[in-house]
């Protein structure tokens, strides 16, 4: 009754203990003074400097540690290790300085009055307190709204086919969507340009610009839902078919209600791919300075367009509009990226 | 009565069993196969509107089109004809493209090996909404980016490597001017396309089987023996053809690369210059000022820019499907 019970203490071991990490600390310590220390005595000077020793340093402690205790193999294993957390940083290095540079140069001129107000009345030289950029909003709601409510039936039927009804050509189909979504932007406007202005004769609108979006905006919507579609279980569809339902009523009351969500992903996606496209708007819809709420004539502005013109102007100022511009277009992609990943984790819950 | 059981016992009438689509789905699979054929229909108007505008311009110039490097408006007043060739911005924007593959390449393997066999589970997520972030930032961001926050230090870099390496052709310097070059516009176009290469070879090791892995560790493999002995010689197709589409993009990119490029109608390889040459900008360069001929050579210029990229993405598709099925 006395007898006390004997819990065996499960035994890792193959956790790091304290005395295994030691030789790692020391080893990142001598690597970060040691390249302070070079910094400081050699020519090599700066930061540059100070990263290209680190770096390099880095790889030959890393490798000579291991050298030392294992042997050749644990050595290269040690000088890849270090290779790909330098490759990540590189990764994410250029993505955190994007951020930055345009929100630490963009929301100096940002203000709400920017969306009540156009350039029509304003030069792009003169200061940031007046003009704003509400003829671009515009612009960009129709030419994204045109190329939606164009690209989602499209890319969606697309899916379908691939998916639902599996034609002869499906194959064909889902290779040529694959290669449409490399075609670059510029041949998209070149083609739109070609087809809507020297063919058909019109003048540069926003809905030629919407046109050219549609082109770059087909394949993304296609491919996402056909992803989403094929997520869906077989089961469903056999359970609909099995109730006697035909291939229709199948498709239209089990599998799209099941798929919606990732639908809804496919779409965002799209508008987020094409929102910030600059080059084959920069052929298609003209430019303006003014508000034109007339979508199917006249020219048009758009984010890109009025980064672009600001751009090309180069004053001060203008590139200060340009980065502006180029913050607000960047909140508007990244709305659209979280809203897509919020719809996709949805979807992922439902599953 | 019981003629009336007998009656109701009849078996009722069989329902006609046939595989025939009802009239509806006649309909439905007719809208879907329509919508299904519109990608094919599109790519081939795209192919077929650019040819039909610039076929005059390939016809004048004949396979010059293709090698000569001027591309000069007609002069009436000393009867010069107009000459329109892509050569040089051709082999411009092979130059930018390869370097794109050199600095982005290996960064992007490294970050999806990172991602797939190295980053702590905490890291994973995040890094993976990074990558997927710079996939979807516009290109015009990364054209200001590049020529207002990374060209100054890419100068500085470029006038290093010319210091030390100047005996190397690629990277001697006719003239001083270190901004605005291919070497940079590599950098940018590099940058841009590291998270697709990214996402492709992720997905491709992800499909390595787990008991090859296992087997490998189970051998004493370190974690480059096993990713060496297993993942690449499984993965390696994804990876080539990860790389290829990137290219397919860099050669295709316009407004980054017009912002960091200065265009010059030569042919030049040292990249540390700035004189570069890239189809897709020199196109948006040129277009608000053409006049009727140059805009047919304009769409001749972007048809083979179109047929360049197609046949280039042609190929990677083909091998990422070949990688993923097997």
């Known amino acids: 009754m006395s007898q006390t019970q004997i819990a065996v203490k499960p035994t890792r071991p193959w956790k790091l203990t304290f005395r295994d990490l030691v030789p790692d600390l020391a080893g990142a310590l001598f690597t970060v003074f040691g390249s302070l220390a070079i910094v400081a005595i050699t020519p090599l000077k700066g930061k540059l400097g100070f990263t290209f020793t680190l770096i390099t340093l880095a790889i030959i402690t890393a490798t000579t540690v291991s050298w030392i205790r294992k042997d050749r193999k644990a050595a290269m294993n040690s000088t890849t290790t270090v290779l790909v957390y330098i490759a990540s940083a590189f990764v994410i290095i250029p993505l955190l300085s994007i951020l930055y540079e345009v929100v630490r140069l963009g929301v100096s001129g940002f203000s709400l009055r920017i969306f009540t107000e156009d350039m029509s009345v304003t030069a792009s030289d003169t200061d940031l307190n007046e003009g704003g950029l509400l003829h671009a909003v515009i612009g960009t709601a129709y030419i994204v709204f045109f190329a ?18 599996k034609g002869r050509l499906s194959g064909l189909v889902r290779f040529f969507v694959q290669a449409m979504s490399g075609v670059p ?57 099995a109730l006697g339902a035909t291939q229709w009523r199948t498709v239209a009351t089990v599998v799209i209600p099941a798929a919606k969500s ?13 929102v910030g496209e600059t080059a084959p708007l920069l052929i298609t819809i003209g430019g303006a300075d003014a508000i034109n709420l007339n979508p199917l004539e006249g020219n048009m502005s758009a984010f890109p367009m009025y980064v672009w013109k600001n751009l090309l102007i180069g004053s001060p100022n203008a590139i200060s509009r340009a980065w502006l511009g180029l913050f607000v277009l960047m909140v508007l992609v990244l709305i659209f990226f979280a809203a897509a990943r919020y719809f996709s984790s949805a979807r992922r819950r439902f599953k | 009565m019981s003629s009336d059981l007998l009656e109701q016992k009849s078996p009722p009438v069989p329902r ?32 077929f509107f650019l040819i039909y505008n610039g076929f005059e311009a390939i016809q004048n110039a004949g396979l010059s089109f293709l090698t000569g490097f001027d591309w000069a408006d007609a002069i009436p007043e000393i009867d010069q004809p107009a000459m329109y060739g892509v050569g040089a911005m051709l082999f411009g924007t092979i130059v930018t493209g390869i370097l794109a593959m050199l600095f982005g ?17 905490w890291l994973k997520k995040p890094m993976v909404v990074v990558v997927d972030v710079m996939a979807a930032i516009p290109s015009i961001v990364y054209g200001l980016w590049g020529f207002f926050v990374l060209m100054p230090h890419a100068e500085y870099w470029a006038k290093l490597i ?19 070059s291919p070497f940079i516009a590599g950098l940018v176009l590099a ?33 480059w023996s096993m990713i060496k002995a297993v993942v690449f010689p499984y993965g390696r197709g994804g990876v080539v053809g990860g790389a290829m589409l990137g290219l397919g993009r ?31 900008s020199m196109i948006v360069n040129k277009f608000g000022e053409a006049d009727f001929v140059e805009l047919q050579a304009l769409m001749a210029a972007g048809f083979v820019l179109f047929i360049v990229t197609l046949i280039v993405n042609f190929i990677a598709n083909f091998i990422i499907n070949k990688t993923a099925r097997e």
């Open chain 2, 105 to 121: 390449v290996p960064i992007a393997v490294g970050t999806a090996l990172f991602l797939s066999y190295y980053a702590p589970e």
């Open chain 1, 185 to 241: 932007s510029i041949v998209a406007g070149l083609f739109i340009f070609a087809f809507w202005m020297i063919q058909m004769g019109n003048a540069y609108s926003g809905i030629a610009g919407g046109f050219a979006l549609t082109v770059l905006m087909i394949p993304t919507v296609a491919r996402t839902s056909e992803e989403v579609l094929k997520l869906i279980p077989q089961d469903l569809r056999e359970a609909g078919l």
């Open chain 2, 16 to 47: 006609v069993i046939t595989t025939k689509p009802r009239f509806t789905d006649k309909v439905f699979r007719a809208v879907v196969t329509s919508g299904g054929m519109v990608s094919l229909v599109l790519l081939g108007l795209i192919g």
């Open chain 1, 148 to 165: 939606t409510i164009l690209s989602t039936p499209i890319g969606i039927l697309t899916a379908l086919y691939i998916v639902e009804v």
């Open chain 2, 162 to 180: 010319h210091k030390y390496l100047s005996f190397i052709p690629i990277f001697d310097m006719p003239a001083p001017v270190f901004t605005r």
């Open chain 2, 250 to 280: 860099a050669l295709g990119e316009t407004v980054a690369v017009y912002t960091v490029l200065n265009l010059v109608y030569d042919i030049r390889i040292e990249i540390l210059l700035s004189s570069g040459g890239n189809v897709a």
């Open chain 1, 262 to 274: 990732g639908l809804v992903t496919a779409i965002i996606l799209g508008i987020a791919r094409v």
């Open chain 2, 191 to 223: 940058i841009m396309i590291m998270p697709i290469i990214t996402a492709i070879s992720r997905e491709v090791f992800a499909q390595t089987p787990p008991e090859r892995i296992q087997a490998a560790y189970a051998l004493g493999a370190t974690k």
